[in-house]
């Protein structure tokens, strides 16, 4: 992933990337694409599930659209969906499956522009595979680490599947070895895998448990290290992380996100842990949701990639599982979460293990069941926030059950799901011993109306319309040409402002109008309405309905015969005005209205001698 150090990828390198990778071949390393005619392919939607496909990709147009869900976009906005990526994260995936640097506007954290990403992946992995092969070496060291990972119930199945390898005691052992696979020493400082020292480059990791850690991607970012010798031998810190580089960045890094992805999308759920080996234990005791922060707090950063996984837009679309130790220290961390929460638009919860054990100890001491049934447990992280601060008082005095009541009241009042307040109401006045409608009206004067900015507006519905009426169809193929063969839609200005009579339709004409030259890509960015940008992919990609070329003759002709359909709808409601009107006492206004009505009768005549008919 890139820093904000790293700054804003330049636009010409953009437009590069988007307009060299083949949108076919990328999206066909995720689904099986089988040929549809008119240049277009088809395949199951990996965004939904449905049996027949109606998930269409056009590589002339370089767009995709789904037909079943309305999914759609360029190759970027497929990486995006498909991977929940960022746009800068899509960008540089594509341009590192390409091999080509790319480059940053802006002064960045020395990091410079021009830095091949690919070349640090590849660096960072073939760390990884030296680490790992050391861990199974025949020495009194790597036995060391190898009993550290066994005693805590990890065979050597579970380190190969987590990666987990051994930085040997040694100054330059890795150094000499990726040297000699070719990678500079520039390389390799830059990806935080050596350092300098008083005779040149060392390694960064010596004689320490390595877990190799994974962007949302797999691709190999950086490490997290556990010495395994004593405070006496070994002065440094007992976990040692990468330091940040163009390609790690830890507020945005999850340890385990990159094996979890999959599950926490089709559960809606995720579990955040404290370590490497509770995430290890937690996948392994079948939690497979789980992911721990690498060497940071959990922060908003976190929140953002956990919302790409959890939720689509800001609807409520799963869980989100904090699990802390039942001591002073986890309380804290787990009220330090209650602040983020409200960054979260879903549902959060707290695991509490009593006795103080992480979920790698609890596995340890009582099984694969114990850790599933410590998140089972799970209570609602608002219940927990109420419940610690009740504890500060004595509620068996009058005055501590008014204090406790002050405290938690503005804290049930900001709840966001509404809906539970009426409940959580009733359990908080159990709690404190006190009736329903005391609590209430305390949680009412306490509650904070929103700004007007954050409340939610609910759009009118639509009329329904049918879409498969011909004169729809026909002003849907006039926006297909002019988005899919925008040179051959010459007679677009011409065009009548009443053209359109699908909402949709002349919304997406309003807004092609608003721009200086049309340019999808723009027209994408700045369309304000989900239904136009998934309306505009889907026309990018559904062919024109003719069998033959498809010609300026053609297009003059569908032109024509839409213009002709929207003067005849002009023509009847000036047909209906005249009626109104008395033509003795609005002389001068009848006349006017005729007279226009005598040209459009003549326009309608030129457009329909130009015209071909129905759509065929």
């Known amino acids: ?258 094996l979890a992805k999959k599950e926490i999308a089709k559960k809606r759920q995720v579990v955040i842990v404290e370590g490497y080996t509770d995430v290890m234990a937690a996948h392994l005791a079948g939690v497979t949701t789980a992911v721990a922060t690498c060497g940071t707090a959990f922060g908003e950063d976190h929140i953002k990639v956990i919302r790409q996984l959890l939720m689509d837009d800001d609807s409520f679309r799963g869980e989100v599982i904090f699990t802390f130790d039942g001591d002073a220290a986890g309380q804290k961390a787990a009220m330090k979460a209650f602040e983020l929460d409200q960054k979260f638009v879903t549902q959060t919860f707290v695991a509490v293990e009593p006795t103080g054990k992480d979920p790698c100890e609890l596995r340890m001491e009582s099984g694969d069941a114990a850790v599933r049934d410590l998140i089972a447990r799970r209570i609602p992280l608002f219940e927990f926030a109420m419940r610690t601060q009740i504890a500060k008082y004595d509620v068996a005095t009058a005055e501590g059950r008014v204090s406790a009541l002050n405290v938690v009241a503005p804290i049930l009042a900001n709840i966001k799901d509404k809906s539970l307040r009426p409940e959580y109401i009733k359990l908080l006045a159990g709690w404190l011993g006190l009736d329903v409608e005391t609590v209430a009206a305390k949680v009412k004067t306490s509650g904070s109306k929103a700004p007007v900015s954050d409340q939610t507006t609910v759009e009118k519905p639509r009329e329904e319309v049918n879409l498969r009426d011909p004169i729809l169809m026909l002003e849907r193929e006039v926006l297909k040409i002019k988005l899919q063969y925008p040179d051959l839609a010459t007679d677009w200005a011409n065009l009548e402002s009443n053209a359109f009579s699908y909402w949709a339709y002349h919304q997406l004409r309003t807004e092609i109008d608003a721009l200086a030259k049309l340019d999808i890509q723009e027209l994408l960015a700045k369309s304000q309405s989900e239904d136009v940008k998934s309306l505009i992919t889907e026309l990018m990609v559904e062919p024109i309905r003719i069998d033959r070329e498809i010609s300026e003759r053609y297009t003059i002709s569908i032109f024509a015969r839409l213009r002709e359909v929207a003067i005849t709808r002009s023509i009847t409601e000036l047909k209906s005005t005249l009626q109104r009107l008395n033509p003795v006492e609005n002389e001068a206004k009848y006349q006017e209205i005729f007279a226009e009505l005598v040209r459009l009768e003549a326009a309608k005549r030129v457009q329909r001698e130009l015209s071909v008919g129905e759509l065929g």
Request: charged share 25%.
């Open 1 to 258: 992933m890139a820093t904000p150090g790293s700054g804003r990828i330049r636009d010409e390198d953009v437009t590069y990337v988007r307009e060299s990778s083949q949108i076919d071949d990328v999206v066909g390393d995720y689904v099986a694409l089988k040929g549809a005619g008119s240049g277009a392919k088809k395949g199951l939607c990996p965004f939904h599930d449905e049996k027949s496909p109606s998930f269409t990709v056009t590589a002339s147009k370089g767009y995709f659209h789904c037909f079943g869900c309305g999914v759609g976009g360029d190759v970027i906005a497929f990486l995006m969906k498909i991977d929940h990526l960022t746009f800068m994260e899509a960008v540089e995936k594509l341009a590192d499956r390409m091999n080509y640097t790319l480059h940053y506007d802006g002064v960045g954290s020395g990091t410079g522009s021009g830095i091949n990403r690919s070349r640090l992946f590849a660096a960072n992995l073939a760390a990884a595979k030296f680490y790992q092969e050391n861990l199974n070496q025949i020495s009194p060291t790597a036995q060391i680490g190898r009993e550290f990972l066994q005693k805590r119930g990890f065979d050597k199945a579970a380190a190969e599947h987590f990666g987990v390898g051994y930085a040997p005691d040694e100054w330059d052992g890795l150094y000499k070895n990726l040297k000699a696979n070719g990678f500079t020493d520039t390389e390799l400082s830059t990806a935080g895998l050596t350092k300098e020292g008083t005779k040149g480059p060392i390694d960064r990791y010596r004689n320490r448990l390595v877990w190799p850690i994974r962007n949302i991607s797999g691709d190999y970012v950086g490490f997290g290290a556990r010495k395994l010798a004593s405070d006496e031998v070994d002065q440094g810190p007992k976990y040692l992380n990468t330091s940040e580089t163009p390609i790690y960045k830890k507020s945005q890094i999850l340890y385990g996100l990159d």
